[in-house]
């Protein structure tokens, strides 16, 4: 306990052994200068916005799942409600894109609640079941929604060009529609590691761990996950207030079991519980989707078998097992 | 509410019971597998959609649905088998999450093999010869094949009881339900037994896809709807529950089909409204038992 406080206060020398300690003491600012880079690292700048939106919908299930314990199969209910709130605010009602997006996470942190009050009170194994079967009553509802063009989906939802602070951007240009997301993402990075180091960041650990214990410990364990699923729902329905400005529309696959998933491949494959591993699982997921869909259009069938060789082998994902590995060398 | 006459709402209900009975039969196999192996199988859907395709295969082939009924599910178990011994056998005692991804991505990868190898669009599904048309029961027509399927299913059930209750493996298949550790002790192969349960699960259902196939065809995709269904039976009837899968499973069914005669803008929701409500009042599920699931 000493040794170590004494090595913070003295900073150590900057040497490459130290420098995954240094990134991981300042992961937001790692996160942030990592995809400020990021487009010229891409073959092309929408593949790049779509890992920063589908990586910041896994961040949000990885709340939940990675770091709550909790396995939910309805986060497309999430994605598709904060999509469908911000394209139908901005599309049918001229809304601003500055409150429409605030008030697509508010919309789906309440469809949690409600979906959560329901879930939670069922244990174990039941969650990932009543999860799913909710976000297809999400579906049908919505779907059923004169405002969201039902099988078609949404269309129209066009923001052109956004002014903040004196920062003019034109969202046509693929690289100013980057980092206009860039920017909610950085901020929900921020958000989230804000989250994890607080009291609250310790409960979820604790209840994935051991519920029981954490119980004993007098944590109240129905309010955590409540709160857990509700934060979760926020970011991803902050991706899909996002994914629907950048699409300009909403498909009603938006909503679909597929979407939901999804998520929890993308979560896996990056690895779960890890702060910046959905995004690696979004990339990794979204590159072989690129690739593949080029030579085969049964992409899906590598996909699902990578899948399931990491279930079975690397459950801890990519980004997880290089982690583990640092770790283990240090 | 005219037009709608006493013969309708009987035509409603009856319909809903073959629908229902299909559903039973889905419910009850991830019943069983859950009960005993404790393994939501999340492929159970794309099992289902197997059984439809082997049938549509098998009837082609022999030129006969009754052999369909039968090849279907003994193959459909046979690759259910060897899933449960190569694949999710490993898993086992790594935590309850992760079989249930495995039989995800399992699902993932047959919807996208029975893509491959029968093309992306649904096939028709002939209606046996035999079974086509209408049977006069007395006081209204109904379709002649759903009388089968309710048929089939009823006597499908009987066997299974017969099986679970009557016979010395049924005996350690319920042992095993209630503590596996205990049964290994007193000297039983429970992975054997568990093995068995799940070609049991999975030919279930594949008998229910080729029951269902004549009634909707075959797609892909039959698999992933019936599978959400599947779930809120189970739900509503209670987890490793059989009378829970049977009887809430028909009143899925029946509600379903009734919804479409009086609100058929909420037939779709409708299950999930009997779900919330039995949530409400009953989170462990009509049949049940609090704490099973802890």
Redesign the interface.
């Known amino acids: 306990m000493k040794s170590a406080t004494a090595s913070l206060r003295l900073s150590p020398p900057l040497t490459w052994a130290a420098l995954p300690g240094l990134i991981a003491r300042h992961r937001v600012l790692a996160t942030i200068a990592f995809f400020a880079v990021f487009p010229w690292l891409m073959p092309y700048q929408s593949l790049a916005i779509n890992i920063l939106i589908y990586g910041l919908y896994a961040v949000g299930f990885n709340l939940l799942f990675g770091y709550t314990g909790l396995?939910s199969f309805g986060h497309a209910a999430f994605l598709g409600v904060g999509a469908y709130t911000a394209g139908i605010l901005i599309g049918q009602h001229g809304a601003a894109w500055w409150w429409a997006i605030p008030v697509a996470i508010a919309v789906g942190c309440l469809v949690a609640l409600a979906m959560g009050l329901?879930a939670i009170?069922?244990?174990?194994?039941?969650f990932?079941?009543?999860t799913?079967?909710?976000s297809?009553?999400v579906y049908?509802?919505v779907y059923?929604l004169p405002a969201s063009g039902g099988e078609n989906g949404l269309r129209g939802v066009n923001v052109s060009e956004v002014s903040l602070f004196g920062l003019h951007l034109n969202l046509l240009d693929p690289m100013h529609k980057y980092y206009f997301v860039f920017g909610f993402v950085a901020l929900a990075m921020a958000v989230l590691s804000r989250i994890l180091a607080s009291p609250f960041g310790g409960a979820i650990e604790a209840v994935r761990e051991n519920e029981a214990r954490a119980r004993a410990c007098g944590f109240d364990i129905e309010r955590t996950k409540l709160l857990s699923f509700v934060l979760s729902a926020g970011f991803c329905a902050l991706a899909g207030a996002l994914n629907a400005i950048h699409l300009s529309s909403v498909p009603i696959e938006t909503l679909d079991?597929?979407t939901s998933?999804l998520v929890?491949?993308l979560c896996?494959l990056g690895g779960m519980g890890t702060y910046f591993g959905p995004f690696v699982g979004a990339a990794l997921f979204l590159l072989i989707q690129d690739l593949a869909s080029a030579w085969t259009e049964?992409w899906?069938?590598y996909?699902?078998?990578v899948?399931?060789l990491f279930?079975?082998f690397f459950?801890k994902g990519v980004w997880g097992t290089l982690l583990e590995r640092i770790r283990h060398d240090r | 509410m005219d037009g709608i006459t006493p013969q309708l709402l009987a035509l409603q209900v009856f319909t809903g019971l073959a629908l229902g009975a299909i559903y039973v039969l889905l419910a009850v196999g991830l019943s069983l597998i859950f009960g005993m192996l404790t393994v939501v199988n999340f492929a159970h859907g794309a099992f289902f959609m197997l059984g439809a395709y082997v049938g549509l295969f098998a009837a082609e082939q022999t030129g006969s649905f009754w052999a369909a009924l039968v090849i279907a599910p003994l193959a459909v178990a046979a690759v259910g088998m060897l899933c449960e011994r190569w694949l999710i056998r490993p898993l086992y005692g790594r935590g309850i999450d992760y079989p249930l991804l495995l039989t995800f991505g399992l699902a993932y990868m047959m919807v996208e093999g029975i893509r491959i190898v029968f093309g992306k669009a649904g096939l028709p599904f002939e209606t046996p010869e035999l079974l086509q048309g209408a049977t006069n029961l007395g006081f209204a027509d109904f379709p002649t094949y759903r009388l089968f399927v309710i048929g089939v299913v009823a006597l499908l059930l009987v066997v299974l009881w017969l099986l679970i209750e009557r016979t010395s493996f049924g005996l350690i298949v319920r042992a095993g339900a209630r503590d596996p550790v205990i049964v290994r002790v007193l000297g039983i192969d429970v992975s054997r037994v568990w093995l068995i349960v799940f070609g049991v699960g999975t030919g279930i259902a594949a008998l229910a896809g080729v029951l269902a196939a004549p009634l909707q065809g075959v797609s892909p995709e039959m698999g992933s709807s019936v599978l959400i269904v599947a779930f809120v039976i189970t739900v509503v009837g209670g987890m490793g529950s059989l009378v829970g899968a049977v009887v809430a499973g028909l009143l899925v069914g029946v509600v379903e089909s009734l919804a479409v005669l009086f609100v058929p803008e909420a037939a779709k929701v409708s299950m999930f409204v009997i779900m919330a409500a039995v949530l409400l009042v009953r989170p462990q599920g009509l049949f049940g038992r609090a704490g099973l699931m802890a």
């Open positions: 396995l329901l009170r069922t244990r174990g194994i039941y990932a079941m009543v799913l079967a909710l297809q009553c049908f509802l059923q079991y597929a998933g929890v491949m896996l049964h899906q069938l996909v699902g078998a899948f399931v279930v079975l459950p």
